[in-house]
């Protein structure tokens, strides 16, 4: 509840959330964004006055810019928010959207839904960071490691995720531009869960470009398999080490100043690969 807390008390500074199964992204007005090991389901009854306008997707009304009806019968309608971020709302939901949108947004009774705008001026553009993403069960580390490079890396900012059993689906749900820049995998203790997802990773057309450094237990078995699952660099070191935020921080200063990435990730996702 660490993330969860600070941000609810202060919604007014959330744009929307985007679910994947049990997590969560939840996305600032500023641009900034978090992961949260929250289904949106149980964001929805914490927010009640922001709008489900997708299975997928919370947002909240006060950043709609427009609605769009539906342009033909059995076809989705579309909302816009301020943040430029555009959003179907399927016909069994359009209904639902408006009238809600209708009591929390200032607009004219006279208007039908079918003919909903809602006016607002777009915020001040903002420059959306790229990300480092580590996944590991290695608590004691996991916030040490998180504050140093909060410190020492302003141009990225970090998130960590405990587990990794839905991290496909979460990242198969984003579009290119908000992929990560680089992503540990730690695989000392959930050694063959983590190879699965490293395998997914670059079976995926979608995600395989994706770096991805493996942290695997200081044995020989272990560095070959996940070169064998085409892991990007593959980093031995013993569990629970107090040495691991001095490793992550030598591995982003090569990987992010060093190493030349892929051109879609240096525009933001511009470009997508073919």
Known sequence: MSVIKPALQHPDLIAYFAGANNY???????????LLAKPISYLETLL?????????????????????????????GEIRLTTGDVFPISRRRWPDVVGALQ??????PT?????????????PPSTLKPYVMLVSDDSRN???TKAAFSDRWQSHHFHVLNQSTNLIAVLSQLPVSE???????????ATQERLRVLQQLKASRQLNYIPVILLVQPRDES????YALQANSVIAIASQSPT???????????WLRAVALPTYHQTMGQARPQ
């Open 48 to 76: 009640p006055g922001f709008v489900r306008v997708h299975k997928t997707i919370l947002i909240n009304p006060a950043c709609v810019q427009s609605l769009h009806q539906p342009p033909r019968p059995k076809m989705s």
């Open 111 to 123: 208007v039908t839904p079918e003919q909903v705008t809602v006016k607002r001026p777009l915020p």
């Open 142 to 144: 996991n916030e040490l």
């Open 24 to 34: 969560c992204w939840l996305h600032f007005r500023d641009g900034q964004k978090k």
């Open 103 to 108: 009591t929390q947004v200032a607009i004219s």
């Open 179 to 189: 992929l990560p820049a680089l992503l540990f995998l730690d695989a000392r203790t």
């Open 244 to 254: 691991l935020t001095a490793i992550i921080e030598r591995a982003c200063n090569f």
């Open 223 to 226: 560095v070959l398999a996940g």
